[in-house]
């Protein structure tokens, strides 16, 4: 059973972790709990999120200011802070170092420069947004693809998505008699990715838990892929500006992945 996927330092990583993004700060302790009693050994934070008392995008913020908005951004120079997040490996403060939202191009230039490779990227990846090229370019680089908003972030007010709703994954979850959220968690475990739903009410985070211990049977693998696919965190009102900040456009943010 998929519990955990190998790291390339040698580390194990859980396959499920609980997203805390975006969740209320008053929420999130709760949530955490509750996930833990209930299984989950992987929870996925940061100070973006804006709930804990690391970073995260290929960006980099002017010092002193707050807010993460185009004229507040700076070109990040990855190399420089991947040097530092090499020294936090090789202390042993972390047992494995990894990027986020990085492209392919990215990642390969970073992997061109580092004595550390990242062992994960973690970028978006749902039914909607599988990201075959990126998946199979970080596998032949031995780095783990982990996915966030593996339900395509369902309520969220920054993106519009119905990737629950998807006419296919329903077709699906009837066939295996689950529901959406849960084949939805569970393609990504068969595609050889970590998936990180949030959630902080707990028979939600006890649904999302069960993923294991039955499999989506190929020819239903083979309809998901036929998914119209949508990026939904398009980052343009945020990294994204004609004048200010290192994007000029979405194409450039993302390297033309989109
Ligand atoms: P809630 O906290 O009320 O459960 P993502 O992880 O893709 O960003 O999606 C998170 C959103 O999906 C949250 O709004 C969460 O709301 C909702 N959610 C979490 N688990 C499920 C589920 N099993 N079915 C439907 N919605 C879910």
């Known amino acids: 059973e998929i519990r955990f996927f190998e790291l390339n330092t040698g580390a194990k990583i859980p396959s499920l972790g609980l997203g805390t993004a975006q969740v209320d700060p008053s929420l999130v302790g709760e949530a955490v709990a ?45 190399p420089c ?10 202390s042993g403060k972390a047992r494995a170092i990894g990027v986020s939202n990085f492209s392919s191009k990215k990642l390969g230039h970073l992997l061109d420069v580092a004595r550390v490779p990242p062992a994960v990227n973690q970028v978006e990846c749902h039914p909607s947004w599988q990201q075959p090229g990126l998946h199979a370019f970080c596998k032949s680089k031995g780095v783990h693809l982990s996915g966030y908003s593996p339900l395509g972030s369902p309520g969220s007010s920054w993106v519009k998505s119905d990737v629950l709703k998807n006419p296919i994954l329903g077709m699906v979850a009837e066939k295996v008699g689950k529901t959406p959220a849960q084949v939805a968690l569970r393609w990504g475990l068969q595609t050889g990715h970590s998936v990180l739903p949030k959630s902080t009410d707990e028979g939600r985070i ?36 004609e004048t200010c900040g290192p994007y000029r456009t979405v194409e450039e943010l993302w390297d033309g992945e989109i």
């Not at 009693?37 to 100070?47: E, F, L, N, P, T």
């Not at 802070?81 to 090789?90: D, I, P, R, S």
């Not at 211990?213 to 965190?233: D, F, G």
Request: aromatic share 10%; net charge negative.
């Open 206 to 241: 006890k649904d999302n838990f069960d993923i294991f211990n039955w499999s989506i049977p190929e020819v239903s693998l083979a309809k998901l892929s036929e998914i119209e696919q949508e990026r939904l965190m398009t980052g343009d009102s945020f990294f994204v500006h």
């Open 81 to 90: 802070t991947w040097k530092a997040m090499e020294a936090l490996y090789v």
């Open 34 to 78: 509750t996930a833990i009693k209930v299984g989950y050994r992987h929870i996925d934070c940061a100070q973006l999120y804006g709930n804990e008392k690391e970073i995260h995008l290929p960006v980099r913020m002017k010092k002193g200011s707050i807010g993460i908005q185009p004229e507040n951004l700076i070109q990040p120079d990855i």
